[in-house]
Each structure stands twice: as C-alpha cells, then as structure tokens.
C-alpha cells in the first residue's frame, strides 16, 4: 500500500492510493479493504490483482463509491481497478482496459480540471519491460495531469530492495523511458535516501526479500 502526498504538476485536488488486494473473491477480504477504504479515507483508490472476472466484478461494492472501473481477463488471475469517491465531481472522457487485466487507462475531469489515472499490474517475469512498453503505448495521453500508479513488481532504484544487486539491463531502460517522459518516482522526491518497502518475502529463492513494489509516478515538470 502507498499513500503519497503530490507535487505541483499532478492534480492536486484529491488523496490518491494504492494497494495490492491479492484477490478479491473472498468476501471477508472484501469486507476488509471495505473497512480500509472507510479508515483511509482517499478520493482516489487503485487496486491490483483483484482476481475478479467478468461476471464478479459487481461484488465489489464500497458505500459512497459509485464510479468503479475494472479491467480483467478471462481467468480469476490479475486484474485492477480505479475507486473514485462520491466526494469529487468525476466525469469519464475515456477509458482504456487490458484484455488480460494488467492496467487500466482512465481520462476525465474533476471539478473541470482534466486528470489521467493510469493503474499498472506489471507480471512477475518481464516486468520492467512490460511497463516501458505500456508507458509508451500511452506516451501520447500522459501530460501534467497524469498520475501513474500501480504494483510494477520490479525496484527502480537500488534503494528499493534490501540486496546490494544492481539494476538489471531492462530496469535500466525502464527508467530511462520514465525520464524521456519526464516522470519522476513521488516517493523517492519525499524520501531520496530511504529504504522504504511495500512488500516483503521470506522465499529462499528471493534474491531481495524486500522490495518497493507499489509505485506512484507523476509528471516532473511544473503545470503552467
């Protein structure tokens, strides 16, 4: 879970976070995110792996929370969400689903200023790649009112993991894609040097039990 306080340049009227539910199919986790929802008290809530097909997405229900779009595949596997309070005057303009349930583009307006939110599920193998490839499908709707957040499941900084292991080739380029599009990393403009993880393994297998999996993403440069 990231809840991160904005910069100039994104919009700067709502709470925004994110989470990774691990599935949503289970009416007590159901109950509970609810019951989060409530305490944490955001405008802007979004989900990854809600695990919900098609025919499931109904069940996710949150009083005062009208506007819920889900993108999702065919399996019970991945899929996101974008929660948007009843507090603030939404209006959709455009929305863009992956098939499979890895990101969901949402374009709108609230209050009459003009928001992108785009919620990103990266798979677990060819992560960094996965979501260099998604920033520049949609390089064209990305301006400076654009948040970009999600559970990439890859570090992009040496400081997301608890390991002393470099950034690998595709990490690398992930992040040179995410200056091109002069997008900047809101945690690390908060807290440049600390060790901060979303997620923790104890696997054997883990090269780098902790890492900084949720990540929020906005444009650097100033709106004018």
Known sequence: MDVTPEPQGCAEVCVKVTL???????PIKRHRLVSWIKK????ICCLQETHLIGKDIHR?????WEKIYHAHGPRKQAGVAILISN???????????????HYILLKGTIHQQDITIINIYAPNNGAATFIKQILLKFKNQIDHNTIIMGDFNTPLSP??????????????ELNITINNLDLTDIYRIYQPSSNGYT???TQVQSSAPHKNKGIVLCPSTPKK
């Open 20 to 26: 990774n539910v691990n599935g949503l199919n289970s």
């Open 40 to 43: 944490t008290n955001p405008t």
């Open 60 to 64: 996710l229900k949150v009083k005062g």
């Open 87 to 101: 507090k603030i005057d939404f209006k959709t303009k455009l929305i863009k689903r992956d098939k499979e349930g």
């Open 159 to 172: 400081l997301d993991r608890s390991s002393k292991q470099k950034l690998n080739k595709e990490t690398i």
């Open 199 to 201: 997620f923790f393994s």
